[in-house]
């Protein structure tokens, strides 16, 4: 019986300090703050176009931070060098539009296939353990088995949108929970993330099978009220109220 696990994205933490060019607040202290208050990972996306997060962020934090750093990349050579050469523990590959606002949705596994194989071939041989950002769809999540990656993190966006509107989500829901089953039965790791707030999060942790959420917007702006810490707290205790079965 294991622990769901909760990864920090501090993305937006980059995003508030870039919107007056300053210095502050500072990304590290982010990751620090999350280290010390029960977070078991920091994720961090370096976008192409260094729209929250820069490299600079990501060399400090890899060296200071002492809990698994995931570093998500978009599957370009850019960001293959970056990641072959800073070895975060984990690196997830998602996709990317340099026009939108945040990343609306899963992989497209079949484009560009040969390329993203190139690229989980390298990641994974330079020891970092790497996963890819997919809808909850069954063919994906066997694309993803033949890749031969280590994990998977679920796209939750349609889903939380749906709870956050107050609508039905039940068909949504029983989508993942047949694509959580079916990445377990494959022998991979199942995460989840996108648009997770404390009512989501609660929903999510009652499937069996996912190993860990992957949570950012919401958090960062609810430590606005909350402060970091507390909010970190907050999350470990909704989602530690439910445990799974390996």
């Known amino acids: ?35 010390k208050n029960g977070a078991d990972s920091v994720t961090i996306h370096l976008r192409e176009d260094r729209r929250h997060i820069n490299d600079k962020d990501l060399k400090e934090i890899r060296s200071k931070l002492k809990i698994p750093l995931n570093l998500e990349i978009a599957a370009t050579d850019e960001m ?6 800073r070895k975060p523990h984990f690196v997830c590959i998602v996709p990317e539009k340099r026009e939108e606002i945040t990343t609306e949705g899963g992989l497209n596994l ?3 296939r040969n390329f993203l194989k190139k690229i989980i071939n390298k990641l994974t041989n330079n020891k970092s353990r790497v996963s890819l950002f997919i809808e909850p769809s069954l063919s994906d999540i066997r694309l ?19 709870i956050n509107k107050k609508k039905n989500y039940k068909k949504e829901l029983n989508r993942i929970k047949k694509a959580v089953k079916l990445g377990n039965q494959l022998g991979l790791e199942v995460h989840a993330g996108h648009g ?23 958090l960062v702006g609810e430590s606005l009220f909350l402060g970091l810490g ?5 999350f470990k205790k909704v989602i530690k109220i439910w445990e799974y079965l390996v």
């Open 144 to 162: 993803s088995k033949l890749l031969k990656v280590n994990c998977i993190e679920i796209h939750t966006g349609k889903l939380c949108n749906l």
């Open 230 to 234: 507390k909010t970190i707290k907050k």
């Open 110 to 112: 079949k484009y560009r």
């Open 196 to 218: 997770l707030t404390f009512k989501s999060a609660k929903i999510l942790s009652k499937i069996s099978g996912i190993r860990e959420f992957n949570i950012g917007h919401f």
């Open 1 to 35: 019986m294991s622990k769901i696990r909760l990864g920090v994205n501090i993305d937006h933490v980059a995003t508030v300090r870039n919107a007056r060019g300053e210095i502050y607040p500072s990304p590290l202290r982010a990751a620090i703050i999350a280290q």
């Open 80 to 85: 293959l060098k970056i990641a072959l050469k």
